[in-house]
Structures are given as C-alpha cells and as structure tokens.
Antibody
Framework: EVQLLESGGGLVQPGGSLRLSCAAS????????MAWVRQAPGTGLEWVST????????YYADSVKGRFTISRDNSKNTLYLQMNSLRAEDTAVYYC??????????????WGQGTLVTVSS | DIQMTQSPSSLSASVGDRVTITCRAS??????LAWFQQKPGKAPKSLIY???SLQSGVPSRFSGSGSGTDFTLTINSLQPEDSATYYC?????????FGPGTKVVIK
C-alpha cells in the first residue's frame, strides 16, 4: 500500500524558514517523480514544485522560485521541501504527491494527508 | 500559464442522478488532464488521468472525456459518498494548474 506521510509543518514568523519532509513507503521511491502541492485555507490547489526520480530535474511555481528548494534522499525514501523567506501568503496545507506510472511529471496518483504551515507574527 | 476554468462552481443533485462537470483549458493540452475528488479535511484523491483513464480502485460510475481544451467529468448514478469538491488539473506544461473546483452537494 502506497503511503506518504508529511511532517515538519508549524507556525513560523514572516521571513523565517521551515523544512518539510515526506516519508514514502509501499512503492519503489527512486523510480518516481515526486511533487509538492499546497492549499491555502478555504481555497483551491496550487502546484508548488516537482522533482524527477533521479533528482536532476527540478521545477517550481513562480510564486516560490528562489525561496523554496525541493530535494530527495532515495536511500531514505524521503522527499523534502526547504522553505526560506516565508511570507503570509505561503500559509497553506502542503501535500506531498507521487508521480504516476505514466512518467508524466504532473500526473499524481497518490497524495499524503498534508502538513499545515502557518506564517504569522 | 494555462488557465483552467470549471463549471458549474457548485451543484446540488439527488442520489441516482447523472452529474456532469465541465473543465476548460485556456489553450490546448491534448489529453494531459486529471480529475481529483477532495472531501473536507482530506487529501485530494485521483479519479481520472489522461483525460479518460480511470484510476485503479475508482468506481466505474466515474468517467472522463475530452481532449484539446474541453473536458468533462461524469458521475453516473450519484451516491451519497460522492459529496465532495472536484478539481481538474492540466499537466501538459509547467506550471501545472488546477481548476477552481466544483462542489457537489447531495440533495
């Protein structure tokens, strides 16, 4: 059974940093692209970033480019999102999502339960 | 960026009804379209990928169609557990973008 478990969310002040983790199990982690998608309170879904299975292809939304860094440790079956220079508008539930067998980096077949990041003073 | 729109924004239907949700892309995305279901407080769940392929384990009353710019999600014989918000998403090009969602309420 595919499982994705996010952690690392919490309350942080504007300008602060936070690192999210997503522990994966139930599939061969190193074979799949992975992504982060966020959802601000009461709003819709926003794609944040995608990382290729090997880690050599990274893609970001303009809203986070230069501030967030996606990475992975295939030996630990874990995906990360380093978030710096956080802003109030980054407040959201952050979901980890697994790329599908299709190979398309934006085709997400499983999602974690999410971790809440709140940016506030 | 490719903009995704959905209609209606919400709908109310009875158990057993056939429900259709429309998604439109601002430019052609061939068949790189997915549909997700999200219930309050829960993660999105994948229903459809490649516009019309049913995700494993998803009931066959869900179906998707379309290509290019116009797509539909159909729920045949609506069930109480289908009460949720439904999102379309394009993955033809970066940045991947989602529609604003359609809330389905059971009468």
């Amino acid at each position: 059974e595919v499982q994705l478990l996010e952690s690392g969310g919490g309350l942080v002040q504007p300008g602060g940093s936070l690192r999210l983790s997503c522990a994966a199990s139930g599939f061969t982690f190193s074979s799949y692209a992975m992504a982060w998608v966020r959802q601000a309170p009461g709003t819709g879904l926003e794609w944040v970033s995608t990382l290729s299975n090997s880690g050599d292809g990274t893609y970001y939304a303009d809203s986070v480019k230069g501030r967030f860094t996606i990475s992975r440790d295939n030996s630990k079956n874990t995906l990360y999102l380093q978030m710096n220079s956080l802003r109030a508008e980054d407040t959201a539930v952050y979901y980890c999502a697994k790329g599908s067998d299709s190979g398309s980096f934006g085709d997400f077949d499983y999602w974690g339960q999410g971790t809440l990041v709140t940016v506030s003073s | 960026d490719i903009q995704m729109t959905q209609s209606p924004s919400s709908l109310s239907a009875s158990v057993g009804d056939r429900v259709t949700i429309t998604c439109r892309a601002s430019q052609g995305i061939t068949s790189y379209l997915a549909w997700f279901q999200q219930k309050p407080g829960k993660a999105p769940k994948s229903l459809i990928y490649a516009a019309s392929s049913l995700q494993s384990g998803v009931p066959s009353r869900f179906s998707g169609s379309g290509s290019g710019t116009d797509f539909t999600l159909t729920i045949n014989s609506l069930q109480p557990e289908d009460s949720a918000t439904y999102y379309c998403q394009q993955y033809n090009s970066y940045p991947f973008t989602f529609g604003p969602g359609t809330k389905v309420v059971i009468k």
